[in-house]
């Protein structure tokens, strides 16, 4: 395929129940756009599903879906780096299989990001219950987001993101063990100093029981790792990970 605008990388693990949406989620953006799968050798019928909605959708022009499949269950941050280096568009976006976007996401990202010549653009997030109905709670963000303030608290969601590719292919992520995605922006923010973002809940965020965030007391020893692993000593990473569990809490009051 030759290139287009934006590559938009979805993992998918035992998601054959949320898939669908996800998708034509993607599939009513403005942009010229490739969607990628990365099928984790789910252990449900996500496959089969995949086969299905890849043979028998009816692609909206300027549109094409790509279907990969790991050979061994491999995570989602290995997942999301195949699919980056997979990808033909000059911009990544990154979409988990049981999220979903609102339409014009895109447009308005790429614009922003064009205007202020930003390298990661987020959105805001509207909080939702695992059956797909609203809790009623938006998340905000910041427009502007540095590295120390990312310190504090990890405001990027990664369903949320759109990166310039160069970008993504030079910081992969890894360390599946931790919050994966959140070292990747503190590594890129670290160089490129500077996020924007639009506060407006773009992006519908599905709460489901097995997420990594859901257990508190497992993501708490996350955070704490992603600061180590930054490099920072055990005092420093513990006052860091007072002001992200201080954040944390206010955002779910």
Not at 211 to 231: D, E, I, P
Request: proline fraction near 3%.
């Amino acid at each position: 395929m030759e290139r287009v605008e934006v590559s938009v990388v979805m993992p998918a693990y035992n998601c054959e129940e949320y898939i669908l949406k996800a998708i034509e989620s993607v599939m009513i953006q403005e942009p010229d756009l490739e969607l990628i799968v990365i099928e984790d050798c789910s252990t449900d019928d996500t496959y089969k599903r995949l086969l299905e909605l890849k043979e028998g959708m009816k692609l909206p022009e300027g549109k094409e879906f790509r279907l990969l499949k790991n050979e061994r269950n491999s995570g989602v941050a290995a997942s999301r780096n195949k699919g980056v280096k997979a990808a033909n568009g000059s911009y990544i976006a990154y979409l988990d299989s049981d999220d979903w976007w609102e339409e014009g996401k895109l447009s308005k990202q790429l614009a922003l990001m064009k205007k202020e010549g930003a390298v990661l653009c987020s959105t805001g997030r509207e909080l939702m219950n695992p059956d797909g109905s609203s809790t009623g709670k938006v998340i905000p963000v910041r427009e502007e987001l540095t590295y120390k303030e990312l310190l504090k608290h990890n405001s990027i969601n990664c369903s949320s993101v759109v990166l310039n590719r160069e970008v993504a292919l030079e910081f992969p992520m890894g360390n599946d063990n931790l919050h994966e995605d959140y070292i990747t922006w503190l590594s890129i923010l670290k160089k490129y100093i500077r996020a924007v973002a639009i506060n407006e809940p773009l992006l519908k965020y599905r709460l489901s029981e097995g997420g990594k965030s859901r257990n508190k007391l497992k993501s708490a020893k996350m955070t704490y790792g992603v600061y180590r692993h930054m490099g920072y000593g055990r005092f420093s990473s513990l006052k860091l990970f007072c002001s992200y569990a201080f954040h944390g809490i206010k955002k779910y009051i």
